[in-house]
């Protein structure tokens, strides 16, 4: 299906992932027509570089033309690459979380319930002749600008998938992040999935959004969620979706912690605490599907759970009086984050988030409070920066 818009890309009307993408912008080279301009065919490729850059220009080499002056007709020989695309992308929040056993691939099965909110990072991908990851904003010191950033891996990953290669995929992606780093909101997953769909723009490419979503699993579990967005239950490794309706708005508050937790270290610790002894699990997700359906944050409240909390508490004792002023704060209920450590509080409406942050803010607890509200969309184009006007040829007489 497509949304019969300028892209090509198959979706839905509203729903498309290449909307930015201004009609006409050429995404091509340009067809020669220096013969007709009686410039020689003869000439130079340059390349203007960096982000902002990417317009190719053909240089005369030689330049001759048998015209009088004033009827010198100026067909250049133009080719352009594509602007570059920028991508809102989502955090998530898990509604319920349940974790099963350790897996023999490292991983474990999960079913849980994620909702996106509107706390946001922006991605932008640009054709560039340097390629590589930049990231600014909220914990941008502790991001790994090598290959093992998650949006360089989905560089790597959508390049082989697409067959262009993988090692010189002349891309640049500049990542400004409002989502904490290694918070339990999937900031990196996001950013994964953000590049992803900037990319399908970029390179033009025919991929449907679950298509899309399968080499978003490849990159990391959280990652064909942030695709999608809305609220949505996961299952396997959580990357498994299914949409979940929910035409109600939640308001939440977040609390980040001053510094991140690993997501793998909070699973072993997980593992640890049920060798030990028997940590509390979560119920059943129908519970919590129903609630949803409701769209009364007072059910939804009593119904929020995480096994991966117990965890995280027993690594960051500190988050016990975090979650304990949110709710002497206001809110309906708190609950760490997926991996933690950022704590999300569901709260009755806005106004009541608002006064919930002021309070929570001033309690000390936490480096930085926010409010969010969810669900929001996943992964989408917000942007094409302008489409490069073509330089006029050098013609030389
Ligand atoms: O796939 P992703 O990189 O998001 O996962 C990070 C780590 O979290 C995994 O390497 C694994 O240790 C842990 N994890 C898990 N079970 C899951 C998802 C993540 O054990 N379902």
Redesign the pocket.
Known sequence: MSCGGSCRVPCLPGECFAGGVAKGTPAFILPDRSDRAGVSGAGLWTTAKGLGGGVFRRRSAVGRSGLPGNARTLHGVLAVVPPPVTVRVPAKVNLHLAVGD?RAD?????VTIFQALSLTDEVTVAIAEDPGVEVHGEGADSVPTGPSNLAWRAVRVLAQHVGRDPDDPKVRVVIRKAIPVAGGMAGG?ADAAATLVGLASLWRLEISRDELAGVAGKI????PFAIYGGTALGTD??DRIVPVLSRHTYHWVLAFDRRGLS??EV?DELDRLRADGDPPRVGEAEAVLEGLSSGDPRQLALLLGNDLQAAAVSLRPNLRRTLRAGVNAGALAGMVSG?GPTCAFLCTDGDSAVRVAAELAGAGVCRTVRVAQGPVHGARVIGTEDAPRPIPPEVHA
């Open positions: 350790s490292g991983y474990h099965d999960l997953s990391g579990a959280d990652v490794r959580g997501t793998p699973f991996s």
